[in-house]
Nanobody, 116 residues
Framework: QVQVVESGGGLVKTGDSLRLDCAAS????????MGWYRQAPGKQRELVAA???????YYSDSVKGRFTISRANAWNTVYLQMNTLKPEDTAVYYC??????????WGQGTQVTVSS
């Protein structure tokens, strides 16, 4: 089993930066990739950034060049550095740990609010 807990959300202003942390625990050796998703009110959850075991990254077009996903100490902690935040970045941000055939695990989410 794997558990993930997000932290670092908050209220910021347009143009500010914020870093989200995703702490994984349990059988983290089973993780093959991790991703950050977000869900704004009335919208579907969308993939924002992802990181594979080979350190390949994916970014949605809306955050490319502004957000950076990285990790420290294998999969213990995955970060999402968010720069030049915009009001449209306002959402609940979720961390997801992908364990391949063993399934996946979601965190509880952390709120990010960007005021104009």
């Amino acid at each position: 089993q794997v558990q993930v807990v997000e932290s670092g959300g908050g209220l910021v202003k347009t143009g500010d930066s914020l870093r989200l942390d995703c702490a994984a625990s349990g059988t983290i050796s089973s993780i093959i990739a991790m991703g950050w998703y977000r869900q704004a009110p009335g919208k579907q959850r969308e993939l924002v950034a992802a990181l594979t075991g080979g350190n390949n990254t994916y970014y949605s077009d809306s955050v490319k060049g502004r957000f950076t996903i990285s990790r420290a100490n294998a999969w213990n902690t995955v970060y999402l550095q968010m720069n030049t935040l915009k009001p449209e970045d306002t959402a609940v941000y979720y961390c997801k740990a992908d364990r391949g055939d063993s399934g996946f695990t979601w965190g509880q989410g952390t709120q990010v609010t960007v005021s104009s």
